[in-house]
């Protein structure tokens, strides 16, 4: 870990620019690849949802070769002459295969796919290193999403002829007619919900899902959006128009988890260069342990539909996985959608976990700047593996990573701005 986190220290150093200008030696059609793989992640669930809709059946295999060409595609943006995405995939590649063989052979590839997906983008947004590119797409996709939601909650049955959700999951197999009593039509099965809503009452109890055709993905989009415009500031010029839509998403969703945490990341924002990295490297395996001595103390079975009750949940399932599971050398049909927490431990045992998350933590932003955009995501994804596995969902998790990469491989990020203000250069004390 440490050698690849050095390797990515000189990538980084080699390969920053400032903000305000574009890498002439990077292709044209590279750019535009990058583009192409990061809208297609946006929609393609929602492009292929009408294709079974209105033209033909569609199959789990539709779906997954779909995503094999958006993910090769970001690798094609990604590959350069350069060592560390090499090393790292050479990596993560060999230790899957080894949980494989302790599994006794039983393949998950999804769990390979879920960290091919960060690897790509990530490497493609540090190739690229344009801020002004990951502003665009930002702008883009919220434009994207907000009209499609809109469009759903304003005339939700024509909607639904064009773009039959349930159907959807139904033909890729995701879920059964059965387990919806019969119903073969209408929205995702959270997209009405049963309690009045908590944002915005009197827009009724429809939670919009638009591109996603879930409602879990808006919040998260939401957050994305709302830290990318926090991060980049007075050099946004599409700043204010990012935050609204943000806002619009969250309440089109009746989006708690989205609300909350785009609280607690401007809330934080002042502290995130007060904290160091091994802090942030700890905090997940923290939470983790308080929450699986809650759920062995309490016994608790789970909780309402609330964030105290999705903690009581993952509580839950962490008590049920057994030491063979947790270290990776075991399968289980243990349901982990309700907790990332507990969907990584399954998926890539606790060493597995520990250290993709140190590779992310300790992974060198540019600047004092992009480190704290690089915390906000850290917040994010804590916050998001307590209560749902959402953070692999190329839906979002694309868009994610390539501002991430963008972030961490520019210097002098408001080099562009016109203040004639001094700078003075700090480095977070989390690198000192």
Known sequence: ??????????????????????????????????????????????????????????????????????VGTAFVVALTRR?????????????????????????????VRDILIPIAFYFAGMRLRDPKLGDN??????????????????????????FNIVGYYIARGTITADQLFGVKEGLFVSGMRPEPRTILPFLGQHRVSSVFLEPVSMGNFAVMIYAWALYRGRAFKGF?????MALVVIALADARFGLYTCVLITVFYPFYNLLPRLAW????????????????????????????????????????????????????????????????????????????????????????RAWRFHCMVMVYLLLLMQISDSLYSIKTAALLWFLLGTSNACKSFFADETSARPTVKRQPMAAR
């Open 1 to 70: 870990m440490t050698a690849v986190s050095a390797a990515a220290q000189g990538f980084n150093r080699s390969r920053s620019i400032t903000a305000g200008s574009v890498d002439d030696t990077i292709p044209g059609l590279i750019r535009f690849l990058a583009i192409a793989a990061l809208i297609a992640a946006l929609v393609f669930n929602f492009f292929l949802c009408f294709v079974n809709t209105k033209l033909m059946g569609i199959a789990d295999g539709y779906v997954i070769l779909s995503e094999m060409v958006i």
């Open 83 to 111: 060592a560390p995405i090499y090393l790292l995939l050479a990596a993560f590649i060999s230790y899957m295969l080894f949980i494989f063989a302790l599994r006794g052979g039983e393949l998950n590839l999804k769990s």
């Open 137 to 162: 797409l930002v702008l883009v996709s919220g434009v994207i999403v907000v009209a499609a939601g809109l469009f759903e909650y304003l005339a939700v049955d024509t909607y639904v002829s064009y």
């Open 240 to 244: 204010w128009l990012a935050l609204i």
């Open 281 to 368: 490297a700890v905090l997940p395996f923290l939470l983790l342990a308080v929450l699986a001595a809650y759920g062995i103390a309490s016994g608790t079975d789970g909780g309402a539909n609330d964030l105290v009750g999705r903690f009581m949940v993952t509580a839950h399932i962490l008590t049920q996985l057994s030491p063979a599971v947790v270290l990776g050398s075991e399968q289980t049909s243990q349901f982990t959608a309700d907790s990332g927490l507990a969907y990584s431990l399954t998926a890539f045992g606790i060493f597995g976990f520990v250290v993709l998350w140190a590779i992310l933590v300790f992974a060198p932003a540019a600047e004092a």
